[in-house]
């Protein structure tokens, strides 16, 4: 009578006597509990689909599409039926369907800058944020050596505002009498505004939010990170509100934000706390469309 019954396991790194072996359904070999699993011993029967690898045709050495359950070598051999024409994966073709940001890898893009015209995936979809080489007036920006500052009109504006401040202090008092003051403004806000809990108070930019007469939506008191840009406050204020946003959209009616004390269009692409003092904390804005 035969004591040992067992297996030695069939991996050549292993060769482990195993009384209860395991027979693999691929290579039909018996293995170790250990290297049972076609991945654990690397089974020579895995399509190469299940690896992620796309088979290359010998003769034009492209790469061939296979989708899940096809056989591979059917598929190379249609590809060299029809003259090396079809089943080719086509590199360009991926390209122009992802996002035209060059350090992006999204495969979506469904955000067109009205700029450029090219389209972009939600997170580089704003004009900074791609890097877009296109101005407001739809002029090319001219190519600054490198750690120069990129050229941009309203923060021109704000420099300049800031001189004509220093240059006319006792003109600017008497003006700012009559208008609104945003830091008791701000005061007051701070008990009834909404916003995400999880932002520090030093970070906390309170604005009152009016609409529209044809958005026709309730006023609102929010605050949001003064890190954060216009474009990316405009997009929180619609989803509280329950507005279809469609700025990434060239063709359609653009949002815009319009500051109540200067009476001035916000830019989409600067950051809160840099747009002081033209806008700052404590600020009422209006929410309408461009062609309002």
């Not at 989708?67 to 003259?83: F, L, N, P, T, Y």
């Not at 003064?226 to 653009?254: V, Y």
Request: hydrophobic share 30%; aromatic share 8%; charged share 30%.
């Amino acid at each position: 009578m035969d004591v040992l019954k067992g297996k030695h396991c069939a991996m050549d790194e292993c060769k482990q006597f195993d009384f209860l072996p395991f027979k693999c359904d691929g290579c039909s070999k018996m293995y170790c509990l250990e290297h049972r699993t076609q991945k654990a011993h690397k089974c020579i029967s895995i399509p190469s689909e299940k690896n992620n690898i796309l088979p290359k045709c010998p003769l034009c050495n492209k790469y061939v599409l296979i989708k899940s359950g096809e056989s591979a070598d059917r598929k190379v051999s249609q590809h060299i039926d029809s003259g090396c024409t079809q089943y080719c994966v086509d590199p360009k073709k991926e390209k122009k369907a992802a996002c035209f940001y060059s350090k992006c890898k999204a495969v979506r893009a469904p955000c067109e800058c009205k700029f450029c015209n090219k389209w972009f995936c939600p997170e580089h979809r704003l004009s900074d944020d791609h890097k877009c080489p296109f101005s407001t007036t739809g002029q090319k920006k001219k190519n600054n050596p490198r750690g120069a500052s990129l050229f941009n009109p309203f923060r021109a504006k704000l420099n300049a505002s800031k001189n004509d401040k220093n240059n006319n202090k006792n003109k600017k008092k008497k003006k700012n009498k009559n208008k609104l003051d945003p830091s008791k403004a701000r005061i007051r806000m701070k008990g009834i505004a909404k916003g995400n809990k999880n932002i520090e108070m030093g970070d906390r930019f309170y604005v009152e939010i009016n609409f529209s007469k044809t958005l026709n939506k309730k006023a609102l008191t929010m605050y949001f990170n003064k890190n954060k840009t216009i474009g990316r406050i405009l997009d929180e204020i619609c989803d509280e509100r329950n507005i279809k946003n469609k700025n990434h959209i060239a063709s359609a009616r653009q949002l815009v934000i319009v500051c109540m004390r200067t009476t001035g269009v916000l830019p989409s692409d600067i950051k809160l706390y840099l747009m002081e003092p033209e806008f700052q904390s404590g600020d009422t804005i209006l929410i309408r469309y461009e062609d309002e």
